[in-house]
């Protein structure tokens, strides 16, 4: 059976189209600039990676072609259309409404307009996307897998503010996280790596990406993680400042004479790892530039290892200690310098880094020493095979 997902983005669709007997995906792809001059699809089939340029004004018109290049006689991978069985969507904000993955009726689009307040940049490009796979396919069915469902069962004292209960009754404002397919794939994964049952285990999981977030797994339930209402809190990320003062919020307002909006612009888009070092929202560029002797690349590092630590502290205190730390995403699953500074100095938590095993980059592997008695370890995610067994597993 054969499953598509798709990632929406405003102007940008990504794909895979899954082979579900194998759990492998068969074709990978993305539509980019949609609307914009320079549309393209690059598509990864039959080992090369292709690329169509085209003008593409809107979404549909790029399912359109993702169908085309998927069934192509020379870059496709299937015969005919009706080979896809069913696809699954990665939903970013589910609220409270939705503890898992949820089968795309007219009341979940309903539900997920009326969230689209929760996450402006992601629900809406994700609901056009659903709107113009339904005018495309529309008698397969859509699953829509959401980022914020993996941590629906944190308990209050990790999900509320101290802020005046009715905010929380009238508008939601509580913390959901997300990254929540990439967390809840690296623990299950680690659990199979070490022979264990995930509900015998304490995992810390850190998905480093260019946003990042750290979760407390325990017994394969997430308890807490660093994001919060929004993707803006916790760690210090490309571009996104992760946890400040909320008081600094008002006081720049007033100093700098700007606006709640031009603030919000300024704490996503040119704060973290680019605010802090001037240089560039890249670590590959902040590592060098650290080695090349850049005093500010030195301390974003330094204070992107030092929270990343301290959350690691935090989540051993919540679970009553840990049992294996996850390290994924692009700088997770490729940064040695990180890995290891984030390891350093947590020797009484029993974490022992072999640095020869560290030496590693985006393959599945245990970094720790044998006589670790937290097992440290790399494994990539794979976001888009926990969409495809969800949508699989909800469309039986
Ligand atoms: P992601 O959002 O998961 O695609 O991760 C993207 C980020 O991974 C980029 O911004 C890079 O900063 C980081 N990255 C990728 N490769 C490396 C590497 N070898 N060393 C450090 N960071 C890396």
Same mark, same amino acid.
């Given at each position: 059976m054969? $499953?598509?997902?798709?990632?929406?983005?405003?102007?940008?669709?990504?794909?895979?189209?899954?082979?579900m007997?194998?759990?492998?995906?068969?074709?990978?792809?993305?539509?980019?600039?949609?609307?914009?001059?320079?549309?393209?699809?690059?598509?990864?089939?039959?080992?090369?990676?292709?690329?169509?340029?085209?003008?593409?004004?809107?979404?549909?018109?790029?399912?359109?072609?993702?169908?085309?290049?998927?069934?192509?006689?020379?870059?496709?991978?299937?015969?005919?259309?009706?080979?896809?069985?069913?696809?699954?969507?990665?939903?970013?904000?589910?609220?409270?409404?939705f503890?898992?993955?949820?089968?795309?009726?007219?009341?979940?689009?309903?539900a997920l307009?009326e969230?689209s307040?929760?996450?402006?940049?992601?629900?809406p490009?994700q609901?056009?996307g659903?709107?113009?796979i339904?005018?495309?396919l529309?008698?397969?069915?859509?699953?829509?897998?959401?980022?914020?469902?993996?941590?629906n069962n944190?308990?209050?004292?990790?999900?509320?503010?101290a802020?005046?209960?009715?905010?929380?009754?009238?508008?939601?404002?509580?913390?959901?996280?997300?990254?929540?397919?990439?967390?809840?794939?690296?623990?299950?994964?680690?659990a199979?790596?070490?022979?264990?049952?995930?509900?015998?285990?304490?995992i810390?999981?850190?998905?480093?990406?260019?946003?990042?977030?750290?979760a407390?797994?325990?017994?394969?339930?997430?308890?807490?993680?660093?994001?919060?209402?929004?993707p803006?809190?916790?760690?210090?990320?490309?571009?996104?400042?992760?946890?400040i003062?909320p008081?600094?919020?008002?006081?720049?307002?007033?100093?700098?004479?700007?606006?709640c909006?031009?603030?919000?612009?300024?704490?996503n888009?040119?704060?973290g790892?680019?605010?802090?070092s001037?240089?560039?929202?890249?670590f590959?560029d902040?590592e060098?530039?650290?080695?090349?002797?850049?005093?500010?690349?030195?301390m974003?590092?330094?204070?992107f290892h030092?929270?990343?630590?301290?959350?690691?502290?935090?989540?051993?205190?919540?679970?009553?200690? $840990?049992?294996?730390?996850?390290?994924?995403?692009?700088?997770?699953?490729?940064?040695?310098?990180?890995?290891?500074?984030?390891?350093?100095?947590?020797?009484?938590?029993?974490?022992?880094?072999?640095?020869?095993?560290?030496?590693?980059?985006?393959?599945?592997?245990i970094?720790?020493t044998d006589?670790?008695? $937290?097992?440290?370890?790399?494994?990539?995610t794979n976001?888009?095979?926990?969409i495809?067994?969800?949508?699989?597993?909800?469309?039986?």
């Amino acid at each position: 059976m054969k $499953v598509l997902v798709l990632n929406c983005g405003s102007s940008s669709i990504k794909y895979q189209l899954l082979d579900m007997e194998k759990e492998s995906a068969i074709a990978k792809g993305l539509v980019e600039r949609i609307g914009m001059e320079g549309s393209k699809l690059s598509q990864m089939s039959n080992w090369e990676k292709h690329v169509i340029e085209q003008p593409i004004n809107e979404h549909v018109i790029g399912i359109q072609l993702i169908l085309e290049a998927l069934t192509d006689k020379d870059i496709g991978v299937i015969a005919t259309i009706d080979e896809i069985k069913a696809v699954g969507h990665r939903t970013t904000h589910g609220g409270e409404k939705f503890s898992g993955s949820s089968l795309i009726t007219e009341e979940v689009i309903d539900a997920l307009v009326e969230l689209s307040e929760l996450a402006p940049l992601h629900n809406p490009p994700q609901i056009k996307g659903i709107r113009a796979i339904q005018k495309v396919l529309p008698d397969v069915p859509n699953v829509g897998t959401f980022d914020t469902a993996f941590h629906n069962n944190m308990p209050p004292e990790a999900y509320m503010y101290a802020i005046p209960y009715e905010y929380y009754e009238r508008y939601g404002i509580r913390r959901y996280g997300f990254h929540g397919m990439s967390h809840q794939y690296v623990s299950t994964r680690a659990a199979e790596m070490l022979g264990k049952d995930i509900k015998d285990l304490k995992i810390i999981t850190c998905h480093l990406g260019n946003g990042a977030s750290l979760a407390a797994v325990k017994n394969g339930v997430s308890i807490d993680t660093s994001m919060g209402f929004t993707p803006l809190p916790g760690l210090v990320m490309g571009t996104r400042c992760g946890d400040i003062d909320p008081a600094i919020i008002f006081y720049l307002g007033k100093k700098e004479h700007i606006d709640c909006m031009d603030l919000d612009s300024v704490l996503n888009k040119k704060s973290g790892a680019l605010g802090l070092s001037g240089i560039s929202s890249d670590f590959r560029d902040l590592e060098i530039a650290s080695e090349e002797g850049n005093e500010r690349a030195k301390m974003t590092l330094d204070i992107f290892h030092y929270r990343i630590k301290g959350y690691i502290g935090k989540y051993a205190a919540a679970m009553n200690g $840990v049992d294996a730390i996850v390290f994924t995403a692009g700088i997770g699953e490729n940064s040695q310098f990180t890995r290891s500074e984030c390891m350093k100095g947590l020797d009484f938590l029993g974490v022992e880094l072999d640095e020869e095993k560290n030496k590693t980059r985006g393959e599945e592997k245990i970094i720790s020493t044998d006589a670790s008695k $937290v097992k440290v370890m790399v494994i990539p995610t794979n976001e888009e095979l926990v969409i495809a067994r969800e949508t699989l597993r909800i469309v039986g």
